[in-house]
């Protein structure tokens, strides 16, 4: 089964309120992890980051929290916008030669 | 800079036909990963190649299978396809440092009829 895992299939929320993506891993082995944006018809877009010795990291707009206890990963977005609009997807890194693994992906949904 | 690129970008297929599926990667990096992703559904890994070699494949069944060039361009081929092979199929390249970032490309849209 997988080991990374979207706690919510559709999150959806008002336009310029600050969104929240969760993630779940199980993999305590895994030392890096990538959120994606995947807008309809086209390929996962890389958004942001975070290595395991660290837990938060922070972009444009987008921050992402590492909680190694509990093994939770999460993503927030700021003042969202209607062009955030896309399937977000959470991936583990567990090094070696098994690549990443992805979650399901969470439909956020932007709210006018 | 110029992204991974992927072509087709939709195709149409019967039955038990095959198929081979292209990706360019960015300038310089030198692994390429294969992903299939069906409808409404994550990402399931399905191939990687680095420097030339396969380093290491998914839970996909044999009939699934490519090969990376000397300029780090990649094919997949599908054969003997299968309804359930419909899905949009996804290339990714990264440098092959740590952290092993990947970037995608747009994929292909794949139809089996």
């Known amino acids: 089964g997988e080991s990374v895992g979207l706690h919510l299939p559709t999150l959806s929320v008002q336009e310029g309120d600050n969104s929240i993506i969760n993630c779940a891993y199980s993999n305590s082995a895994s030392d890096y992890f990538i959120w994606y944006k995947q807008e309809s018809g086209k390929g996962p877009q890389f958004i942001i980051d975070i290595r395991s010795n660290m837990d938060k990291r922070q972009g444009q707009r987008v921050t992402v929290l590492l909680n190694k206890t509990v093994k939770h990963l999460s993503l927030q977005i700021a003042a969202t916008q209607p062009g955030d609009s896309a399937v977000y997807f959470c991936a583990e890194n567990m090094g070696g030669a098994d690549g990443l693994t992805f979650g399901k992906g969470t439909h956020l949904i932007i709210q006018p | 800079e110029a992204g991974v690129t992927q072509s087709p970008t939709h195709l149409i297929k019967t039955r038990g036909q095959q198929v081979t599926l292209r990706c360019s990667p960015i300038?310089?990096?030198?692994?390429v990963y294969w992903y299939q992703q069906a409808l409404g559904l994550g990402l399931q890994f399905l191939l990687w190649y680095d420097e030339g070699e396969e380093r290491n494949r998914g839970n996909f069944p044999p009939r699934f299978s490519g090969r990376q060039f000397p300029n780090y361009s990649s094919e997949l081929n599908v054969n003997a396809l299968e309804l359930e092979d419909s899905a949009l199929y996804l290339c990714a390249s990264s440098s092959g440092g740590l952290p092993d970032t990947q970037y995608f490309g747009p994929g292909t849209r794949l139809t089996v009829l």
């Open positions: 300038s310089g990096h030198t692994s």
